[in-house]
């Protein structure tokens, strides 16, 4: 039986980001046809072809469809519209899953020195909390964490790492 | 002939610790001094002292000859400590160790009557003589004595017993003694450090709580890495330090008990604590408490309670620090909008602003002498970090370190040296090149080196003198 997922869209938001996951998620079907007992989920292919899931309100969902991080200038820790943006597309996600609960975390780049880099990186975390509480997810539901600068997802010294390495990142606890 | 800053100097005539070696490895154990008698006829010479605060005074040229021996185990001892007070002496920069390749008279003479015209012509100005013997019951016996070479003068006599696998200690003991009678200010050889040791890529760090002598040696893990640790500090008189863990997914700062090796919760805080350190008298701790956007420095005892809010600005305040008589508290604060060094009373009230360099300013930590305190300052012009010190009301700022990343001074005991770290840039996307390596460095900005470390470190903490 060829099957589609019963509600292919059901995780997808209706955001501009999500175009190429549904451009790669329709190739995944076209390519794996039997899909008949994922009807709650959908599926993407890694380059090396292997098929794996992506459970809507996970957080590869949530890195993949809505986004996990939010950016901050150097130094600051008020969001951006770009970070606001991606705020308001987790707020409408935890708000369809709200068995969910997430932990937000802090991160700072590497020019500052430890000890205000943890306070910093609160202050971001604080900050993404509050504007996603502003939004109805239930201070409840949110735990934060600074990590200062001692979680940096890139490891180059340079502007690009540093502005990468300055977020808030939510993830499913 | 040398000058005697200090005849009375009896300090070391006590025992230094009540400690069993027996307990834990990572307390020293005890060491026993008795005075020796100095030869007949002599009593202790003096003249000017020299001020070491000046920059690079002329080092004092030092002979010291093996500490032997009357067996083989003794006379292994005695090469071995005679190589750990070279060592340390060397290491200050203030010494100069003459090479014992040049020495006149090979091998022991007489510890209690040596013939100066041997050392005069290699131009010794001071001698450290002496024998090491192991006694039948484990322990090790060690006589020291140090002489003023032109007069022929013996300046000090002491003879130390401890377990013979804590022999180093007696070699740090001697070493500060040596120090103290000819600089006239007290050594920092007899000390430990506390460390952040970190293994692994930078996204995923292991780090683990570490202690070591000042000379790198007898290096331990106090954790097993499995929760980020940072920041730990030395207890000014107890075996304790104050650090900061993830345990359980929660940043506060706990107390590790260095004899039991138990670590508790120090208070019961709903935000993350961090920066904690020590009052001057051990019984309480002051550190940073997240709050709403900023953060609040807090003083609460060493059991949790008591605790109050010194700062309520709404700013970050952090990193605070006590002033060493314990009226003033040196803390770093964004409340005026770039990071600056303010100092306030020690309850709290009439902070005032301090740094007002170039950059940012940040980690005060104030020297145990009272005259400086010394920060991290970094995003001047050159945007890279230094390392400096200025009084406590701002003035006289001097930077003793730069690079790419130096942060966390931390003075030795004796306020005359600082510890800090040095961090290399990553050259590539994979963090390549990329190392964090402990240095010291004199308070005049001369004489840095590399102290070394098993694996890449961070957040030194220099103890008090071991007591």
Sequence with gaps: ?173 | MIHIPNPEFRRRDLMLSAASALLVAATPASVMAQTLPPPAGQGGGQSAVIDVNKARVEPIPIAIPDLGGGDGAGSQLGRQIAGVISADLARSGLFRIIDPASFIQAGPSRPDAPNFQNWKPIGAQALVTGQTQTMGDGRVRVEFRLWDVSPGKQIQGTAYTTAQGSWRRIAHVIADVIYERLLGEKGYFDTRVVYIGATGPRDRRTKRLAIMDQDSENNQFLTDGSSLVLTPRFHPTQNKIAFMSYASNRPRVYLFDLDSRRQTVLGDFSGMTFAPRFSPDGGNVVMAVANGGGSDIVMTGLGGGGARNLTNSGAIDVSPCFSPDGSKIAFASDRGGDQQIYVMGAGGGGAQRISFGSGRYATPVWSPRGDLIAFTRYGGGESEFDIGVMHPDGSGERILAKGWLVEGPTFAPNGRVLMFWRETRASGARGEGFSSRLYSVDITGFNERAVPTPTDASDPAWSPVTA
């Design chain 1, 1 to 173: 039986m060829l099957a589609f997922p019963a509600r292919p869209t059901r995780r997808v938001h209706p955001n501009p980001g999500t175009k190429k996951m549904n451009i790669k998620i329709l190739g995944a079907f076209a390519a794996v046809g039997l899909l008949a007992a994922c009807a709650d989920q959908t599926t993407t292919t890694t380059t090396t072809g292997t098929v794996h899931t992506v459970g809507p309100g996970s957080q590869e969902d949530l890195v993949a469809n809505v986004g996990d991080r939010v950016f901050y200038d150097f130094n600051q820790s008020v969001l951006r519209d770009d970070g606001r943006a991606t705020l308001d597309k987790q707020a409408a996600w935890l708000t369809q899953y709200a068995s969910n609960n997430v932990q937000i975390a802090g991160n700072c780049d590497e020019r500052g020195t430890t000890e205000y880099n943890l306070a910093l990186g609160q202050r971001r975390a604080n900050a993404a909390a509050s504007y996603l509480k502003a939004k109805g997810i239930a201070a409840a539901r949110m735990t934060t964490i600074s990590f200062g600068k001692d979680r940096p997802s890139q490891l180059a010294s340079n502007e690009q790492a540093w502005a990468a390495n300055r977020n808030a990142t939510t993830s499913v606890r």
